[in-house]
Structure formats: structure tokens, C-alpha cells
């Protein structure tokens, strides 16, 4: 079982800045991928970002050159950063964090999301 708790989200003015974090804990060692989904309201989840266990990045086109996905390991614990600069209106959603584990699992969780809101 892995637990994700999610932190950061908030309410800025276009163009500012905002970090969100989630830390995962209980059966870290198995997670290969995490990243970060979104939901605007009437519109379908969508892939923000995502990071591999070695490092590797994967960025939805629209968040391109503007957000930026990094992650740290600890013994027991693995925290991915989702650092959002030049935010627009159209980035307001719910932010939901995602961890998928290798095999044998083959398995994924999610966190409970966190709201951002862009105002123009």
C-alpha cells in the first residue's frame, strides 16, 4: 500500500508562481512512476506531468518551458515537486498526485487533489 499526501495548492494572480508537493509513504520502494493529473471543471483528467524512478520526464504540451517536475527518495518516503511558474487562467483545476507501482503490483494510487486557482 502506498499513501500520497498532497500540499501546496492555492490561489495566485497570472504569471506568479506555485509549488505543489506530494510525499509518499508505506511501500515506496516498489513506485516507479509518479506525477501529477489535473481537473478543470467540465473537463476530462489530463496528464500534468510525470517523472520514472531514474529521472525521466514526460510534460503535457500546454505546461511545456513552464512547469517543471522533480523528485527526491528518502528511506521511507519519495516526494515529487511540481513547480508551476507563469500560470494562466486555463491551469485552474484540481491537481491530483499519482503513483504507479512496477510489477508485481502493477498498481497506482492517487492523492485527494489540491485546488489551483489562476485569476486573470
Known amino acids: 500500500q502506498v499513501q500520497l499526501v498532497e500540499s501546496g495548492g492555492g490561489s495566485v494572480q497570472a504569471g506568479e508562481s506555485l509549488r505543489l508537493s506530494c510525499t509518499a509513504s508505506?511501500?515506496?520502494?516498489?513506485?516507479?512512476?509518479m506525477g501529477w493529473d489535473r481537473q478543470a471543471p467540465g473537463k476530462k483528467r489530463e496528464l500534468v506531468a510525470q517523472i520514472s524512478s531514474v529521472g525521466s520526464t514526460n510534460y503535457a504540451d500546454s505546461v511545456k518551458g513552464r512547469f517543471t517536475i522533480s523528485r527526491d527518495s528518502a528511506k521511507n518516503t519519495v516526494t515529487v515537486h511540481l513547480q508551476m511558474n507563469g500560470l494562466k487562467p486555463d491551469d485552474t483545476a484540481v491537481y491530483y498526485c499519482?503513483?504507479?507501482?512496477?510489477?508485481?503490483?502493477?498498481?497506482?494510487?492517487w492523492g485527494q487533489g489540491t485546488q489551483v486557482t489562476v485569476f486573470s
Open positions: 499519482n503513483a504507479e507501482r512496477a510489477w508485481p503490483y502493477d498498481d497506482d494510487y
Open positions: 508505506g511501500s515506496v520502494a516498489s513506485i516507479n512512476t
